[in-house]
């Protein structure tokens, strides 16, 4: 079956750094995708790894390694309006978009 | 640009009602879906569809219909509510890959639908 593992929560320090992890097992790989989700709303797009490596954009970067099945995504000073779930979704031979649970980000001051 | 816009943002249902979930979208996008969210779990996608005429089944859709009479509108019934529907649904729209396929994976959300079925 298709699965997708990331922490359900964490817990990180106003201005710090935070790594959020993404294992996953699917059939086959068209990328993988980052959202954003804070409480009540609806989940935004975040970042897109398809190639091994680091993508940056600001404050926020993503990391994929498809031999390992496994990606991260970092957070850097990190502030209060951080605090949200982050989703882990990967895009199957299908086209077909399978997604974690998500990890709720706390942060606190 | 309104983007994705879903409605009602909230509704109560009484068990055996039916009720119509709007979703309309201004991108011209070809890909448009419905996913349910529950606490625990991740996104499930109840229908979607490629294109206007096209609908498809998703991982949970059961007591669920859709269709896609033009390119902007993808409404979502619910035949005769149940309390496990009880839940927040999402539209979502997005591009199809060039040469085919469903989404790019980078989808565009509405703003949900909080239902409670009683």
């Known amino acids: 079956g298709q699965n997708i593992d990331q922490p359900t929560e964490m817990t990180a320090t106003e201005g710090a750094i935070v790594q959020i992890n993404c294992t996953y097992q699917t059939s086959g790989f068209n990328g993988l995708f980052w959202y954003q989700q804070h409480a009540g709303e609806a989940p935004t797009f975040l970042s897109y790894?398809?190639l091994d490596g680091l993508e940056e954009k600001g404050r926020f970067s993503s990391f994929l390694s498809r031999s390992k099945g496994y990606s991260y995504l970092l957070l850097k000073e990190l502030q209060m309006k951080d605090s949200a779930s982050y989703l882990c979704a990967v895009l199957d031979s299908n086209y077909q978009l399978i997604w974690g649970a998500g990890t709720k980000l706390i942060i606190k001051p | 640009n309104a983007g994705v816009t879903q409605t009602p943002k909230f509704q109560v249902l009484k068990t055996g009602q039916s009720m119509t979930l709007q979703c309309a979208q201004d991108m011209n996008h070809e890909y448009m879906s419905w996913y349910r969210q529950d606490p625990g779990m991740g996104l499930r996608l109840i229908h979607y569809s490629v294109g206007a005429g096209i609908t498809d089944q998703g991982e949970v859709p059961n007591g669920y219909n859709v269709s896609r009479s033009t390119t902007e509108d993808f409404p979502l019934r619910l035949l005769s509510a149940a309390p496990s529907q009880t839940s927040v649904y999402f539209c979502?729209?997005?591009?199809?890959?060039?040469?085919?396929?469903?989404?790019?994976?980078?989808?565009?959300f509405g703003e949900g639908s909080r239902l409670t079925v009683l």
């Open positions: 790894n398809v």
């Open positions: 979502a729209s997005s591009y199809s890959p060039q040469g085919g396929g469903r989404t790019t994976g980078e989808l565009f």
